[in-house]
DNA sequence: ACGCATACTGACTAAAAGGTCAACGTATCG
DNA sequence: CGATACGTTGACCTTTTAGTCAGTATGCGT
C-alpha cells in the first residue's frame, strides 16, 4: 500500500501547491499576458525603436520597472512577442498529404492567411518589420524551425505537379506568392484603404480579396475554386 | 530688334548666373544628394526611429549639424527622401492604352517590379516601414498622386476586361497582387535568402521569379507569358 | 500572528537622442 | 582687397531613453 499512499500523497500535494500558488501565479501569468499583448501592440504600431518601455507599460497598465521585473530587457521582451508569433503561424497548412486536393488544401490556406491579415494585422507587420530589418531575431528561428516546415511543403507541391494535380511551377515561388498576396492587407493596410477610399475593412472585403487572390493564384496553376 | 537684345541678354544673364553659381550650388547640390543618399539607406535598414541623425551623417560623411543646415529637421528629412522614392515610383505602366495587348505590358510590368525589388530594395522597404506605420507621411501624397494613377489604371484594365482581352478579376486587387508579390523580394529578403538557403540574388534568380510570377498571375487571368 | 518570498513601484542614473548656436572657413562680387 | 553670403562644425542644450535599485506592499506557509 505505500505506493498507493506516496500516489496519494503526490496527488494531494500537487493539488495543494496548485491552488497555493493559484493567486501568485495567475497574477503572473495575467500580467505577463497583459505585458505581451501590449509590446505586441506597441512594437507592431512603431516598430522596435519607435516603441519605448514607458509606452508598453502604459498601454499594459502596469509600471515600467515592472516589465523590467518580467523581462530582464527590451530585447528579450522582443524576441518573446516575436517568437509567440511564429509559433502560431504555420498552421492552416497541417496535416495535409497527396492524396488531398490541391485545390481545396489551397483555398482553404489562401482563406485562412486572409481572415488571420484583416483580423491580426499587427501580428503580420511586427513579422514585416522583422524582416525588413533582416531578421536579427528570428533567423536563427527561421533557419531551425521555418526551413523543415518549408521544405515540407515543398515537397508536397512538388508531389502534387508529379502526380499531374496541378500546373509545373517552382514551389517556392508559389508559397512565396500565396504568402505576399495575402499578408499585404495586413502590412500595407494603409495604402490599400487609401486607395480603396475605405476607413476599414468589411466583411465583404474579407470574401472579395480571398476570392480575387483565389481565383489569380488557382487558375495561375492550373486549378479552379472549389465547390 | 529691342526683342532679340532682350532675349540675348537674358541667355546670357543666366548664363552668367550659372557659371557664378557654378561651384556654390554644385556643392549645395552634391551635399544634399549625398545627405538623401545616406538617409534613404540609414533609413531603409533601422526604420525612421532606428535611424539617428548622427549616423546619417557619418554615412554621408558631413557633420550632424550640417544636415540641419539643408533639411529643417529629421522629419522633414525623412519625407524628402519618401517623396523622392514614390516620384520615381509608378514608372513602368505609363502610356499605356486599350489597344496594347495586356499580357505583354503586364509581363513588363511585373518584369520592371521584380527588377526593382532587387537592385533596389531599400527603397521598397522604405516604403513598406512608412505603410506598416500607417502612412503618417505620405497619406496625403497618396490621396492626391497615387490615386487617379490607380483610378487610371483601374480603368485600363476594366477596358480590358470588356474588350474581352482578359478574365474578369477586380482590377484594384489584381494590381495589388502585382504589387505584393514583386515587392516581396525586396521587404522580405531576409526570409527568402533564408528559406532558398543562398546569401543574396543572383541574376538567375530574377528570371525565376520574374517567370514564377508572372506565369501564375498571367494565367491566372487569362493570358499567357508573350512572345 | 509572524516571517518570508514574491510582486511591485517611484525615483534615480547614464547614455543617447534631436536640435541649436556662435564661430570659423570659403567662394563670389563690387 | 574688403564685404557679404553661403557652407561647415564642435560644443552645448533639453528631452527621452533603457535600465537600476532601495524600499514598500502583498499574499503564502508555519
Known amino acids: 500500500m505505500r505506493k498507493n499512499e506516496l500516489y496519494e500523497f503526490i496527488k494531494l500535494y500537487l493539488m495543494t501547491v496548485k491552488i497555493k500558488q493559484n493567486k501568485k501565479e495567475a497574477t503572473r501569468e495575467r500580467n505577463q499576458q497583459l505585458i505581451l499583448a501590449a509590446a505586441e501592440k506597441i512594437f ?21 520597472a515592472n516589465i523590467h521585473y518580467y523581462f530582464n ?10 517568437e509567440n508569433i511564429v509559433n502560431s503561424w504555420n498552421l492552416g497548412l497541417e496535416d495535409v498529404s497527396v492524396e488531398d486536393d490541391p485545390a481545396v488544401i489551397l483555398y482553404k490556406y489562401i482563406q485562412y492567411k486572409v481572415i488571420l491579415s484583416i483580423e491580426q494585422p499587427m501580428q503580420s507587420r511586427l513579422f514585416a518589420i522583422e524582416m525588413i530589418r533582416g531578421a536579427p531575431f ?25 502526380a499531374g494535380k496541378m500546373d509545373q511551377v517552382d514551389p517556392n515561388h508559389l508559397l512565396f506568392t500565396i504568402w505576399s498576396t495575402t499578408q499585404y492587407y495586413a502590412d500595407f493596410e ?9 476607413h476599414e475593412y468589411e466583411e465583404i472585403d474579407v470574401k472579395a480579396i480571398t476570392q480575387s487572390i483565389a481565383q489569380i493564384i488557382l487558375k495561375g496553376i492550373g486549378l479552379s475554386i472549389p465547390k
Not at 530587457?73 to 516575436?82: D, F, G
Not at 528570428?138 to 523543415?148: A, G, H, M, V
Request: proline share 2%; charged share 30%; with cysteine.
Open 138 to 162: 528570428l533567423q536563427d528561428y527561421i533557419r531551425t524551425n521555418s526551413r523543415p516546415w518549408f521544405r515540407e511543403k515543398h515537397e508536397l507541391l512538388q508531389a502534387w505537379m508529379d
Open 73 to 82: 530587457s527590451k530585447e528579450c521582451l522582443y524576441e518573446t512577442v516575436l
Open 44 to 64: 507592431a504600431k512603431l516598430g522596435y525603436d519607435g516603441a519605448s518601455m514607458s509606452m508598453i507599460a502604459k498601454e499594459a497598465g502596469v509600471a515600467k
Open 190 to 198: 494603409a495604402e490599400a484603404l487609401l486607395l480603396l477610399n475605405k
